[in-house]
């Protein structure tokens, strides 16, 4: 009997390739500056985040120990990212990612305590209210990504499925947040006599192609593996930390 070959990735296949992704990126902004193709590719690393936050959420089978995990680890990352960030142990003016991250896994989670409740009305007013917490709770707290990145875990959240509009929207909203609101660099591009400019931030959407090959699959998965996909974190940030101080 044959075996229809099926390309598609899992959760295993995205934690490692967002992983190499962030690693590249992280890798120009402090050892190697001035190779913007590693920023470029690095540019694909948080939707994959986002999008494997919002899953794991759904596949945990103890949200108060997956919350207590991030946790855990957005503090033993914080001496880490500060050192990244601003050449210190000490550097309130922003927070790492996995702060980002918690913000977002309490809206989700806020969300669907109300949609047990069954009521539209009221699930519409907490869905509108969480996207105005996004933006409040992501400034206030200075997180990485800030609000931009806790509404683009809202967005995988808002419309995780695989129904085509689905796809559309998340494809809309995710140009939106990181052509519009990130925006920043921009790369001038001429071809055939006419001149084009890319948003540099906006390579992120080619993040869509290995989610949108997400088929449920976990994938090899046991304790060690996952808190590797934990550690990597704050392991890979001290280690650049140390190297750009000396």
């Not at 200075?142 to 929207?169: E, I, P, Q, S």
Request: proline share 3%; glycine share 6%.
């Amino acid at each position: 009997m044959k075996h229809r070959f099926k390309l598609e990735t899992t959760s295993m296949s995205l934690h490692i390739m967002a992983m190499l992704f962030m690693l590249c990126d992280h890798l120009w902004a402090t050892v190697v500056p001035g190779n913007d193709w590693l920023t470029c590719v690095g540019r694909l690393a948080f939707p994959i985040f986002a999008f494997l936050i919002v899953e794991g959420y759904f596949h945990t089978s103890n949200l108060k120990r997956y919350i207590g995990r991030l946790l855990l680890f957005a503090v033993l990352s914080e001496i880490p990212f500060n050192l990244v960030m601003g050449s210190s142990i000490f550097y309130p003016l922003h927070q790492n990612v996995l702060w980002t991250f918690l913000i977002a896994i309490l809206l989700i989670h806020l969300n669907e305590k109300t949609k047990a409740k069954g009521r539209f009305w009221l699930r519409l007013t907490v869905e509108f209210t969480s996207v105005l917490l996004a933006f409040i709770l992501g400034l206030i707290t200075m997180v990485d990504y800030h609000f931009a990145g806790v509404l683009t875990v809202l967005v995988f959240y808002f419309f995780r499925g695989r129904k085509w509009w689905n796809f559309l929207a998340q494809a809309i909203l995710l140009a939106y947040i990181n052509i519009e609101i990130l925006s920043g660099y921009v790369y001038e591009v001429t071809l055939f006599g006419n001149t084009y400019y890319l948003v540099r931030q906006g390579l992120a959407l080619l993040a869509l192609i290995p989610i949108w090959l997400y088929r449920g699959k976990q994938g090899p998965h046991n304790k060690m593996l996952q808190y590797f996909y934990y550690a990597f974190y704050p392991v890979h940030l001290l280690i650049l930390g140390l190297i750009q101080m000396f």
